[in-house]
């Protein structure tokens, strides 16, 4: 990766966008180019005072009820699963462990 290579993924970079293996060889390449790593700092800036002026757009009734329903639906189901997990748990020593202890004995 050189300059221009690094140059191209300083905004997904700071935005968290990229993948593992070229976020390895972005930081690889900030450690060794001071240039770079300078040139990314003001991206950085830039990138940040976007965000801020971007304006905060409201979310739609509608959709946030629907997610937050999505998101109740999924948190019933995924501790009515522990909870089957658990049973199943104390289910299988109960039947198991008297069998344990009478080979131990
Ligand atoms: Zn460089």
Known sequence: MDCRDAEELFVPYLLGTID???RRLMDSRLESCGACSVALHSDDQTVASFAFELPQLEVPCEVS?????????YGRLASRII????????GFSQAFMPHVAKALA
């Open 65 to 73: 009820r629907k997610l937050f329903k999505r998101v109740e639906r």
């Open 20 to 22: 593992e293996r070229e």
């Open 83 to 90: 909870m089957q997990a658990e049973a199943f748990g104390r």
